[in-house]
């Protein structure tokens, strides 16, 4: 197995790149569309083949790179059945094990912070989007998240996995790239320490954090699959990078 952590410092975005070294093919998780070029790079530089991106949910702060990728090298897209995205070329779903070569992925339905929020379990990790954060979640005000239900994903779920089990999350803000479930279960300020739901659901009310600023632009890009929206204002012009500049004329 070949296993990659790329990180994109704009959205704070880990992409994860797993290779199979059987069959030369190559899986991506959460890429992100202005790393597209350093992505495809990496994979042949390790001289394996893209077969499929995934993405663990629909972002609000990024773009994905998933239609960018299935234009430039034949990828194909996998995304969450739940969502229903006619641009995904396969739906995934709990309990149907994802396989691509030697590489088997068990994903698991985790909604909470998106209702078809998706983590992925592979061997001794497991790839939790922003279900499961390092020290964290992430946040349930928008895209049908609820407290109550995140709560339950993460531990009906996610520390139900064995403790040594190494977490791989969508994003850091502090440097930190690795933890694990018996971390996060002891130490987890929102959700470990034995929190009850009643006291997460509050922590999670009193947040106020402030409106994403990429949301309404990313959500919509990201229900196809990765569109840089052609009237993207400058300020954010940064998140599509070229392709923006390209869309534009």
Not at 30 to 53: F, M
Not at 138 to 164: C, I, M
Request: hydrophobic share 35%; with cysteine.
């Amino acid at each position: 197995m070949i296993f990659r952590q790329l990180f994109e410092p704009l959205s704070s975005t880990y992409t994860y790149l797993i290779g199979c070294e059987e069959t030369g093919q190559a899986i991506l998780i959460d890429p992100v569309i202005v790393e597209v070029e350093r992505d495809l790079a990496e994979i042949q530089r390790l001289g394996l083949k893209l077969a499929y991106s995934i993405d663990t949910h629909i972002h609000a702060d990024h773009i994905t790179a998933a239609l960018a990728l299935k234009k430039k090298v034949g990828s194909k897209i996998a995304v969450a059945a739940y969502d229903r995205l006619p641009c995904a070329d396969l739906g995934i779903e709990e309990g149907t094990p994802f396989h691509v070569g030697s590489l088997t992925l068990q994903p698991l339905h985790t909604p909470g912070h998106t209702d078809g929020h998706f983590s992925y379990v592979f061997d001794d990790r497991v790839f939790t989007g922003d279900a499961l954060l390092i020290d964290g979640c992430g946040r349930t005000d928008f895209q049908n998240g609820d407290a109550d239900t995140l709560y339950k994903s993460v531990w009906e779920k996610l520390f139900r996995l064995p403790d040594e089990c190494l977490v791989y999350p969508a994003h850091d803000y502090h440097d930190r790239r690795v933890s694990s479930i018996l971390q996060e279960k002891k130490c987890n300020p929102r959700l470990g320490q034995e929190r009850t739901p009643e006291q997460f659901k509050q922590i999670m009310d009193n947040l106020h954090l402030p409106y994403p600023k990429l949301i309404d632009f990313a959500v919509l890009g990201n229900k196809q699959c990765g569109v840089c929206p052609c009237d993207l204002p400058d300020d954010l012009a940064q998140y599509c990078g070229h392709m923006v500049a390209g869309l534009q004329g």
